[in-house]
């Protein structure tokens, strides 16, 4: 039976470097997405991806189970942000470029030109809806997707009221949806 993440944190703090590695590679993926989508620039996400994983490492020696291992990094990931907005007073989170083109589209079987640039397009309104979104709805959004964090999670990772996860988490959802479904 694999160790949940709890278990390997609690590892770690004890001196399981290995527990660490385990870790690292269940969620580098989706750290790096949160991250890369909420500052926009490669560069700069790898760069604060990197600092968020240092504050971890740092934090290890004070790590309690007090919530998910998840809801314990994405607040880390959440400071971490907060202090780079308020420092360079940047708000704006969108998609990457690159998941922005054709690339990330598969093909219809039969190769429909028609349908791939329709799917292009309402992948395009989708990108142009995140980034106009709220900050706090935009954040709630991408820790509910890419963290897969449940409204009580993203409530104490960013430190707001359940209701207040839950609102912004619906507001985003819904203007999304409308986005993608406008012609």
Avoid: C
């Avoid at 870790?23 to 890369?36: M, P, T």
């Avoid at 020696?61 to 994405?74: D, G, H, N, P, S």
Wanted: aromatic share 8%; proline share 2%; glycine share 6%.
């Amino acid at each position: 039976m694999e160790a949940g993440d709890e278990q390997l944190m609690l590892a770690y703090r004890e001196g399981d470097a290995g527990a660490f590695d385990q870790l690292y590679r269940r969620h580098k993926g989706a750290l790096f997405r949160f991250v890369l989508r909420s500052v926009r620039e490669r560069a700069l996400a790898e760069e604060l991806y990197q600092e968020i994983w240092m504050r971890a490492i740092e934090a290890r020696a004070r790590y309690e189970v007090q919530a998910k291992f998840t809801t314990w990094l994405y607040t880390i990931a959440h400071n971490r942000l907060v202090d780079h907005w308020r420092r360079r007073g940047l708000s704006v989170v969108s998609l990457d470029q690159e998941e922005s083109g054709t690339a990330g589209i598969p093909a219809a079987p039969d190769y429909e030109p028609q349908r791939l640039l329709e799917a292009k397009q309402s992948l395009a309104r989708f990108a142009r809806a995140l980034e106009a979104l709220p900050a706090a709805q935009r954040e709630a959004f991408l820790l509910h997707e890419e963290a897969g964090m449940s409204v009580a999670e993203i409530a104490q990772a960013t430190g707001a009221g359940e209701e207040a996860a839950k609102s912004r988490l619906r507001y985003a959802l819904a203007r999304l949806k409308e986005a993608v479904a406008d012609d």
